[in-house]
């Protein structure tokens, strides 16, 4: 878990050696959305408001800004999906746990999860994100890649200095923009 991504990512970037490559991968925005929606609507329910209970995740465009705020160079964002189908809840708290995917958060509850909540969390979860008797997980792995500035990486050309055009490559038609 990293509290402080922007700084971290500037602190790898420092630490590479020109030309270094940095690869990544993590968790992405995408991940655990029917849990978090669970949880949100059990303790909005039985609690009158809601507890941070699921870690934030980056969003695979955010990651890429990160890595050019960073100041990586020909920095790369892409993202993978994949959907879990769990027997029930505990299968996936404990697969959450082993993980080592347990709330990490210090502005979550202390308290401990109420029974009330849990059965409304429960009822939710399978009312709303199962199917065929299984309960759905989705997770989202973000790849990234960059690297640490170098004199002899590729650079882009100046706007206007390409030698064909696009539309004879496409085999297309080329229509100009009328002028505002």
């Known amino acids: 878990m990293v509290n402080d991504l922007p700084g971290a990512l500037v602190q790898i970037r420092r630490a590479l050696k020109p030309d270094g490559l940095f690869l990544a991968a993590l968790l992405g925005g995408g991940s655990l959305t029917e849990l978090r929606d669970a949880f949100a609507h059990a ?83 399978r009312e709303h994100h199962s199917q065929d008797g299984k309960l759905l997980a989705r997770f989202e792995t973000l790849y990234l890649t960059g690297w640490a500035p170098h004199e002899s990486q590729q650079q882009p050309l100046k706007p206007g200095s390409a030698k064909s055009r696009l539309a004879e490559a496409l085999g297309t038609a080329e229509h100009l923009l009328k002028p505002r």
């Open 43 to 125: 303790e909005s329910q039985t609690r009158g408001g809601i507890s941070p209970r699921v870690s934030p995740f980056a969003d695979v465009r955010d990651a890429g800004g990160l890595l050019q705020r960073a100041g990586f160079a020909l920095p790369v964002s892409d993202v993978e999906r994949l959907n879990v189908r769990y027997t029930d809840f505990f299968a996936l708290a404990r697969d959450l746990r082993s993980h080592g995917m347990t709330n990490v958060l210090t502005e979550r509850s202390r308290a401990p999860l109420r029974r009330d909540t849990l059965a409304a969390l429960l009822a939710h979860y």
